[in-house]
T-cell receptor, first 116, second 116 residues
Framework: AQKITQTQPGMFVQEKEAVTLDCTYD???????LFWYKQPSSGEMIFLIY??????QNATEGRYSLNFQKARKSANLVISASQLGDSAMYFC?????????????FGAGTRLFVKA | GAGVSQSPSNKVTEKGKDVELRCDPI?????LYWYRQSLGQGLEFLIY????????KSGLPSDRFSAERTGGSVSTLTIQRTQQEDSAVYLC??????????????FGEGSWLTVV
């Protein structure tokens, strides 16, 4: 069963506007972590933001924020004031707790295109 | 080392040959992951090591794939009798103790494998 679901294969956003990339997850663990990574065309994987399952506040890192809705099991990434350099592939990931063997699994990704 | 180091960065091999891919994780990181990424696709989990043991080998696609880790550091992913569908980027990642959900995983630059 798919544990991380990213339903948007591709997204377009106008430069300077905000964009939300969707991510839903499935786990029976109470303790888990959620991550977002960016992969530009160069291929490197860049860590963006982390949210712990017990964190009450939504995580923020500069222009990135994670809209964590635990009951809905969603962890959407919001990028504010999009820049051309934000064009890349974005992956949502989850590290499960003991039930899931502590491994980290990734969604299929969303390709973001920022238009000038 | 300063980051996760992978070698070779590029490998072209003939169908049927064996290949070995090496990963040197960040010093002190006890958790080590191997993922596979086909062109334009998401990250496919292969195997996860905590120290020298592999609690989760569920992602290995066939018995032609094996991995080991010695001394709690360097890991080798071996693909025997390579097939054209094995062509992909093989990404290695490491993190501090894998049992803590908040530990970010850091990626190497990948080994690009082409089977001709």
């Amino acid at each position: 069963a798919q544990k991380i679901t990213q339903t948007q294969p591709g997204m377009f956003v106008q430069e300077k506007e905000a964009v939300t990339l969707d991510c839903t997850y499935d786990t029976s663990d109470q303790s888990y972590g959620l991550f977002w990574y960016k992969q530009p065309s160069s291929g490197e994987m860049i860590f963006l933001i982390y949210q712990g399952s017990y964190d009450e506040q939504n995580a923020t890192e500069g222009r990135y924020s994670l809209n964590f809705q635990k009951a809905r099991k969603s962890a959407n990434l919001v990028i504010s004031a999009s820049q051309l350099g934000d064009s890349a592939m974005y992956f949502c990931a989850m590290r499960e707790g003991q039930t899931g063997g502590f491994k980290t699994i990734f969604g299929a990704g969303t390709r973001l295109f920022v238009k000038a | 080392g300063a980051g996760v180091s992978q070698s070779p960065s590029n490998k072209v091999t003939e169908k049927g040959k064996d290949v070995e891919l090496r990963c040197d994780p960040i010093s002190g990181h006890t958790a080590l992951y191997w993922y596979r990424q086909s062109l334009g696709q998401g990250l496919e989990f292969l195997i996860y090591f905590q120290g020298n043991s592999a609690p989760d080998k569920s992602g290995l696609p066939s018995d032609r794939f094996s991995a080991e880790r010695t001394g709690g550091s360097v890991s080798t992913l071996t693909i025997q009798r390579t097939q054209q569908e094995d062509s992909a980027v093989y990404l290695c990642a490491s993190s501090l103790q894998g049992t803590l959900s908040g530990n970010t995983i850091y990626f190497g630059e990948g080994s690009w494998l082409t089977v001709v």
